[in-house]
């Protein structure tokens, strides 16, 4: 399919941890998007990195792209259990489509 | 810049009725998207709407239906609730209506069909 699929589905780590997680796709992109998702609540927009682009930071955040694997990481340094969410890829050929998501716990 | 509001924000209905949920892009955008969210399907997108015309649509039955205003602000239906129609429905908006752009969601309307 065209949309990002995220990996794992799961991760907890403590406090002060990095977290990093993945999303692979398969057709070319114009962009990726990742998103962040508290419990029962609407989408953040995250950050977005062209296909030109290999690597963007915003804040604790740094998004890697390469686009000979077709694939993303999203990497949260020093995470904080306000981190604790569900993050989301879409890229840009997705017709508007998310994955399942990695659910992300940061345990304090 | 006030953001994506959708009304209401929690709604119990029972199966057979049918149901109107609202939502507001923030001004200025004039593409608005919807999604369900549920714990077993995860996050799937019901229909983009670009004024006033449905650009994109999910795979869902034509029980769900929505509409787009000419101020932008976009309304989905849904006739003969089912019990698996419960869920977390999501507006987001964006400036134009590609996925190129980045969406600003709503915080949602949490449906509960009993």
């Known amino acids: 399919s065209q949309q990002g699929e995220e990996d794992p589905q799961a991760l907890s780590i403590q406090e002060g941890e990095n977290a990093t997680m993945n999303c692979s796709y398969k057709t070319s992109i114009n962009n990726l998007q990742w998103y962040r998702q508290n419990s029962g609540r609407g989408l953040v927009h995250l950050i977005l990195i062209r296909s030109n682009e290999r690597e963007k930071h915003s804040g604790r955040l740094r998004v890697t792209l390469d686009t000979s694997k077709k694939s993303s990481s999203l990497l949260i340094t020093a995470s904080r259990a306000a981190d604790t969410a569900s993050y989301f890829c879409r890229t840009s ?11 992300l716990t940061v345990n304090p | 810049k006030a953001g994506v509001t959708q009304t209401p924000r929690y709604l119990i209905k029972t199966r057979g009725q049918q149901v109107t949920l609202s939502c507001s892009p923030i001004s200025g955008h004039r593409s608005v998207s919807w999604y369900q969210q549920t714990p077993g399907q995860g996050l799937q997108f019901l229909f983009e709407y670009f004024s006033e015309t449905q650009r994109n649509k999910g795979n869902f039955p034509g029980r769900f239906s929505g509409r787009q205003f000419s101020n932008s602000r976009s309304e989905m239906n849904v006739s003969t609730l089912e019990l698996g129609d419960s869920a977390l429905y999501l507006c987001a908006s964006s400036l134009e209506s590609t996925s190129y752009n980045e969406q600003f969601f709503g915080p949602g309307t949490r449906l509960t069909v009993l």
């Open chain 1, 93 to 103: 050929g997705s017709r508007l489509t998310f994955g399942e998501g990695t659910q």
